[in-house]
């Protein structure tokens, strides 16, 4: 179970890794000057969420849950580590109209992932099944 875990936040940390490097790569060709304390925060940012996200995978394996269940709790633990983690960082200010902008967004994202992965997992569940039938 700890490795499993230490697996997950390691690939969570992967995904973190590489959203900084575009990030810093898309400032560097814009020639910004970035302090290192504004890089560090949100390198520590981005760890977090990947972090979580490798973590919260772990809901989807609780099979007592119904998929709905498990796909509810997972959203708003997202929202709640997202938004949290965003506000402390300063990733959105304190004004409503940003709130709800990225409400919005990040709930847009969650959907496209979301149907995704169940477009993904309905192609491999179908593939096992027509490998297990007799023809």
């Known amino acids: 179970m700890i490795i499993d875990m230490v697996k997950r936040i390691s690939v ?7 959203i900084t490097f575009i990030s810093l790569t898309v400032l560097m ?3 910004a000057e970035v302090s290192v304390r504004v890089l560090w925060l949100n390198m520590l ?6 972090a979580y996200f490798g973590l ?3 809901i989807f394996t609780y099979d007592k849950w119904s998929p709905l269940k ?3 709790v997972h959203y708003v633990l997202s929202l709640i580590v997202y938004f949290s983690t965003a ?4 990733w959105i200010p304190p004004i409503f109209t940003a709130l709800m902008m990225s409400l919005v967004i990040f709930s847009a994202i969650y959907t496209l992932f ?3 992965y169940r477009s993904y997992y309905r192609k491999q569940a179908k593939e096992l099944n027509d490998s ?3 023809k």
């Open 56 to 58: 919260a995978s772990f």
């Open 70 to 72: 498990q796909l509810i």
């Open 45 to 50: 940012g981005s760890m977090i969420i990947g």
């Open 87 to 90: 506000f402390l960082i300063g």
């Open 12 to 18: 969570g940390f992967c995904y973190a890794a590489i």
């Open 114 to 116: 979301w149907l995704g």
């Open 29 to 31: 060709l814009n020639d």
């Open 132 to 134: 297990v039938r007799f």
